[in-house]
């Protein structure tokens, strides 16, 4: 009888465990990689890749001085976000400010559930449906909590959306920066 080695015996047993490339996802979502990775920060601004953990901004206009990270929990969802800012006052609404946020909501899976997201600050019941970087988003113009400028909200996968609000300067810009918005895994 031949002796069969550990080595040989986990590899004959791999396929009984290993998920397939579909399950995987599943088991690993954006939301699940990006909480073990989240701390609150500010300072100087975080570029691309890392500025918010499982999300990576390609295109980020130059001038920010500033950034913020934030993150929140509540009973329904949690959420966590990056704030890049100049030093401009907003005389004029020359203030430049991109805000990206990623709110995990595991209710989150198409478009039209965005008007029930559990934010406190950018909520979608009045916003209308559009198209921006290649993707159908929901859109609004800023108001009072969120500030000038406009708003744009879209199901990256079942259980996570992204919003983007950018500031009056920055809204020629907002297709390329929605664009360049992706899921790093």
Known sequence: ??????????????????????????????????????????????????????????????????????????????????????DRDDVDRKHRSLWVRVVCWPAAKSLKDLSKLPVVEGTFATAEKATMGGRKVLAKEGDGALGHGRYVGWVERPGVVVTVMASEPLTPRLDRIVKGIRATN
């Open 1 to 86: 009888m031949k002796k069969i080695t550990l080595p040989l015996l986990a590899c004959l047993a791999l396929p009984l465990v290993a998920a397939t490339p579909a399950q995987a996802a599943k088991q690993v979502s954006l939301c699940d990689t990006a909480i073990k990775d989240a701390k609150p920060r500010s300072g100087e601004p975080a570029r691309g890749r890392g500025a918010l953990p499982g999300l990576r901004v390609s295109y980020l206009p130059k001038g920010f001085v500033y950034g913020d990270f934030s993150l929140h929990s509540d009973k329904k969802a949690w959420e966590y976000g990056y704030v890049w800012s100049d």
